[in-house]
Nanobody
Framework: QVQLVESGGGLVQAGGSLRLSCAAS????????MGWFRQAPGKEREFVAA????????DYADSVKGRFTISRDNAKNTVYLQMNSLKPEDTAVYYC????????????WGQGTQVTVSS
């Protein structure tokens, strides 16, 4: 069982940066793949980024490649999403997710944190 709590969302101007954090509880955090998803108003939830348990492999949605960076610190049970060069279309609720097998279909979700990018 894994519990996830996101933080770090807020309001930022276009071109700015934010770093989201996701604190996980549970003894097996280091063996789980972790990911970030987002959901904008009126749209379906979409994949943003993922990182394997070792941290050696990462995946990104095309829309955020080169701007966002996912990382994890297994000693702190925390995963991060560094978001640079933010655009108004990045505005969404961002969710942290975890899964032991397929992070694209995660078993565990956080409650979400709002990111708003003004133009």
């Amino acid at each position: 069982q894994v519990q996830l709590v996101e933080s770090g969302g807020g309001l930022v101007q276009a071109g700015g940066s934010l770093r989201l954090s996701c604190a996980a509880s549970g003894r097996t955090f280091s063996s789980y793949a972790m990911g970030w998803f987002r959901q904008a108003p009126g749209k379906e939830r979409e994949f943003v980024a993922a990182i394997r348990w070792s941290g050696r492999r990462t995946d990104y949605a095309d829309s955020v490649k080169g701007r966002f960076t996912i990382s994890r610190d297994n000693a702190k049970n925390t995963v991060y999403l560094q978001m640079n060069s933010l655009k108004p279309e990045d505005t969404a609720v961002y969710y942290c997710a975890a899964d032991p097998i397929n992070i694209r279909v995660p078993d565990y979700w956080g409650q979400g944190t709002q990111v708003t990018v003004s133009s």
